[in-house]
Every structure is written in structure tokens, then in C-alpha cells.
């Protein structure tokens, strides 16, 4: 469970970084992109916050 949370994590970097890159790029890749890589950072974040609270209440 614990490498699970840490690849979400990982996961959630990496999507952030795209999403800041397509950014400074700006033009045409932030408009078809950045919505989608927000919506993808969003999910992957509560999915590392699920995992995290079932962890926890493994641990008791």
C-alpha cells in the first residue's frame, strides 16, 4: 500500500510539471491541454488522499 501511495504521489508531480510546462509554452497546447492535465492532477490528488486515509485506518 505504501509504494501505491508513493507512485499516486509520483504520479501527481509528474502531471503538475506537465501542466506548468504547457503553460510557460503557452499557445495552442494550453488550450487543448490544461484543463485536461488540471482535471488528471485533481483526481490523482484525491486519489493519494483516499489512499492515505485507508492506510490510516489499516493502521489502527
Given at each position: 500500500?505504501f509504494?501505491?501511495?508513493?507512485?499516486?504521489m509520483?504520479?501527481?508531480?509528474?502531471?503538475l510539471?506537465?501542466?506548468?510546462?504547457?503553460?510557460?509554452k503557452?499557445g495552442?497546447?494550453?488550450?487543448?491541454?490544461?484543463?485536461?492535465?488540471?482535471m488528471?492532477?485533481?483526481?490523482?490528488q484525491?486519489?493519494?488522499?483516499g489512499?492515505?486515509g485507508?492506510?490510516y485506518?489499516?493502521?489502527?
Amino acid at each position: 500500500m505504501f509504494y501505491a501511495v508513493i507512485a499516486v504521489m509520483v504520479l501527481v508531480v509528474g502531471v503538475l510539471l506537465a501542466g506548468v510546462f504547457t503553460m510557460m509554452k503557452g499557445g495552442e497546447a494550453n488550450r487543448k491541454h490544461s484543463a485536461k492535465l488540471m482535471m488528471a492532477r485533481v483526481a490523482l490528488q484525491a486519489l493519494a488522499v483516499g489512499l492515505l486515509g485507508v492506510m490510516y485506518l489499516m493502521s489502527k
